[in-house]
């Protein structure tokens, strides 16, 4: 059970991961709409070409959040993410042109690029042992909340009040977060803890040694950056545009896949102490695997519509997993730096695959972003029997394990 001030600190970086997820996919969510009216948005291009810029604007920011951050200072990184992201969407709703969103977004991301480095360094600094696995699954979950009332609100926002309610629906949100998330976070540490953070702090980060840490999961986490981004750029339009589905009942359908991926992440802590974080894993890319095909092959509204629950399902419990596994291989005064690379190696995922699926769907169709989804994850499923046999991930009580090592 997690009480008193490790409660608080749970609570206010899972308050920031919600409002976080939110805002980066408030505008992706209305890219059907700016296409379809043509306000700003004139071709699936010009979607992947805005991903594309805000998230190498992200790498950029996230590497040195993870160089300078220090643990100490977290709560105040937190409160200038809500501040930037907040502000930002807030601008957005004046953009007059194409390039005026795309500069309010860079500004989206460079605030969003906050969290990761900091948030994730921050619970994996606070906890251990299996409450870093609950912890994990916590705040991971709240992520979900935000994107789920995000896409909730959205196409309803959107469709009966215009595409800028959303952007300041969550603008107000993101700058209302910051003083409930301070007042959350209050008196974090005790004087003697912020003096041992201070000498440990005087030591250099090794970004060689957090890239030791987190290379045997790069292909995991390229995985998980491209399923989120092509999913979330592009399901919309799946949904709109090839099966028919209105705008408004595409936000309950991407509600639904966010429902049910809170609830697999909520339950992560029980599930990963059952089946261990590398067989949990393995399920999820073979159910990942399916859904894929499912989405890239199938016009039936009520099969896509339950396929995208156990996406959910299936995609929410490798985020923790994979997150957990770098947590506790990585040496401490490494972490932020390492969550960094790692979330970097997601984005990098996710903005290789957004551009090249905008691409593929004005050539070839808007289904073929989840075969090529379904294709990688298989390759990744492959990957990962391999690296789990070899020993090179630990097996974590995984039967596909030639001999088990400690990672």
């Not at 890219?31 to 805005?50: C, D, E, M, V, W």
């Not at 190498?56 to 300078?68: D, K, M, N, S």
Request: charged letters at 10%.
């Amino acid at each position: 059970m997690i009480k008193g001030k490790k409660r608080r600190i749970l609570a206010s970086v899972s308050l920031h991961h919600a409002c976080n997820d939110a805002s980066t996919v408030v505008l992706p969510s209305i890219f059907p709409l700016l296409y379809t009216q043509k306000l700003l948005i004139r071709n699936y291009s010009a979607i992947g070409n805005t991903i594309l810029v805000g998230l190498v604007t992200a790498v950029i920011f996230q590497a040195l959040v993870g160089h300078f951050a220090k643990t100490r200072h977290s709560r105040y990184y937190l409160a200038l993410d809500a501040v930037l992201v907040g502000t930002s969407l807030l601008l957005m709703t004046q953009a007059t042109s194409y390039w005026m969103l795309v500069l309010f977004f860079i500004g989206v991301r460079m605030g969003t690029s906050i969290y990761h480095p900091v948030g994730i360094s921050w619970i994996s600094h606070t906890f251990a042992g299996k409450n870093l696995d609950r912890a994990m699954g916590f705040q991971s979950a709240f992520g979900n909340i935000g994107v789920l009332v995000q896409f909730a609100s959205t196409g309803f926002l959107a469709e009966h009040y215009g595409w800028q309610a959303p952007l300041y629906l969550w603008g107000i949100i993101n700058l209302s977060a910051v003083a409930i998330g301070l007042y959350l976070s209050r008196n974090p540490y005790e004087k003697s803890e912020i003096a041992q953070q201070i000498e440990e702090e005087k030591e250099p980060v090794s970004w060689t040694g957090a890239f030791h840490g987190i290379r045997s999961f790069i292909p995991i986490l390229l995985l998980g950056g491209l399923a989120w981004g092509i999913t979330v750029n592009y399901a919309p339009s799946l949904l709109n545009h090839r099966l028919g589905v209105p705008m408004s009942h595409t936000g309950i359908i991407m509600g639904c896949w966010m429902g049910a991926g809170t609830l697999s992440a909520f339950m992560y802590g029980r599930v990963s102490a059952k089946l261990g974080r590398a067989r949990t894993l393995v399920y999820a890319y073979i159910a990942i695997t399916v859904v894929a095909l499912i989405f890239g092959l199938s016009r039936n509204v009520p099969l896509s519509v339950g396929a995208f629950a156990l996406f959910g399902i299936a995609l929410f419990s490798t985020f923790p997993a994979s997150l957990s596994f770098i947590g506790s291989s990585v040496d401490p005064r490494n972490r932020t730096a390492a969550f960094s690379l790692a979330a970097n190696i997601m984005i990098i995922g996710n903005s290789i695959f957004s551009f090249i699926s905008g691409r593929i769907s004005d050539s070839y169709g808007i289904n073929t972003p989840f075969l090529l989804l379904g294709a990688m994850t298989l390759a990744v499923l492959a990957y990962l029997v391999m690296m789990i046999w070899t020993g090179r991930i630990s097996a974590d009580g995984c039967k596909l394990a030639r001999r088990v090592e400690p990672h």
